[in-house]
């Protein structure tokens, strides 16, 4: 078993964190993640801003030196942002543009269209969106049409499932992360999004789960183990996200 974990974060108070919502997450630095996966064969991996990290690169640069070059980086940006900025970031293995709907600290969403568009044509980032599934009708005509779009968390509801499962018909990527922290049939969502697009599914364990109901733990991954046969599982587990950030 193999793993590319798709979505982890990095808390470094030698840098800027903002209180978000009421809420200052735990210190969480890369040491803190390498114990805690180390019994894991993380080979690779996404290293995610989180809300309370606004726009500050600083953190995510010394982290994503700190682990090396099979793991890159999901930032947030104004839209203001320069092109040689991107293009540095770029260089720096920074891989994807994150709008965090459901908590804020990202750029706003009415930027969608145009920031999405611009990063991808420039260097080749996709955007991943931190939504609940049920708002998604809303701005799905916009997705749909742009290159390449994730959503977070299994899109967070059940009530957002037949939505999220639209649109990855048509394309889009949906992390297998934070099942801590959704409001949903979890076995029912994996499979149903497997079975529409087998190459949508990326799993993450969201580390070190902030503001989540529970923490990451093994039977998160055990539960693909055993819904999936092994080619599937590897699938979900390393192949498709691996895909995703490095095309």
């Excluded at 993640?33 to 309370?52: H, K, M, P, R, W």
């Excluded at 999405?116 to 609940?132: F, K, M, P, Q």
């Excluded at 969201?206 to 991954?221: N, Q, W």
Aim: hydrophobic letters at 40%.
């Amino acid at each position: 078993m193999r793993i590319f974990d798709a979505h982890f974060h990095i808390i470094d108070y030698d840098f800027p964190i903002t209180e978000n919502q009421g809420y200052l997450p735990p210190s969480y630095v890369v040491k803190n993640y390498q114990d805690e996966t180390c019994d894991l064969n993380v080979i690779g991996g996404a290293i995610v801003s989180g809300s309370f990290q606004g726009f500050d690169q600083a953190y995510l640069l010394k982290a994503l030196t700190q682990m090396g070059p099979t793991f890159c980086g999901v930032t947030q940006l104004p839209f203001t942002v320069t092109d040689e900025e991107i293009i540095q970031l770029n260089k720096n293995g920074v891989k994807a543009l994150r709008f965090n709907i459901k908590r804020g600290g990202s750029e706003d969403l009415s930027k969608l269209d145009y920031f999405a568009r611009r990063i991808h044509d420039l260097v080749g980032w996709h955007s991943e969106l931190y939504i609940d599934a049920k708002q998604l009708p809303g701005i799905a005509p916009t997705i749909e049409k742009l290159p390449a779009i994730s959503i977070d968390h299994l899109g967070l509801s059940e009530e957002g499932l037949p939505h999220l499962l639209k649109l990855v018909d048509k394309g889009v990527h949906v992390k297998a992360t934070g099942f801590g922290r959704v409001e949903l049939n979890i076995e029912h969502a994996l499979k149903s999004i497997y079975d529409v697009n087998p190459d949508a599914l990326m799993f993450g364990t969201d580390l070190p789960s902030t503001r989540a109901k529970r923490h990451f733990e093994y039977g998160d991954i055990e539960l693909i183990q055993q819904l999936f046969d092994e080619k599937a599982t590897d699938k979900i587990l390393y192949e498709n996200a691996f895909k995703w950030y490095y095309k």
